[in-house]
């Protein structure tokens, strides 16, 4: 359920400027990349790589792109 969170593993995270971009793999084995703004003042952006995450979205705010764009 995506209100709850899929569970995965942060793989890669690369920072461009004012955003990062993490590549998470689901406790499935799926691949999921995702984007947000960059906040180095948010006490909760302290991912490394390794940890156990869980990603969310605000409903209909999601843009789903072929593998290969």
């Known amino acids: 359920d995506a209100e709850q969170g899929l569970p995965g ?3 890669e995270r690369n920072y461009k400027g004012s955003t990062v971009d993490a590549l998470i793999r ?3 084995g799926q691949d ?3 984007n947000r703004f960059f906040d ?4 909760e952006f302290d991912y490394r790589l390794g940890d156990t995450v869980k990603i969310s979205w605000v409903k209909d705010s999601e843009w789903l792109l072929p593998a290969d764009a």
Not at 40 to 43: L, R, W
């Open 32 to 34: 999921v990349l995702a």
């Open 26 to 28: 689901l406790d499935d």
């Open 40 to 43: 180095a003042d948010d006490p």
């Open 9 to 11: 593993t942060l793989v």
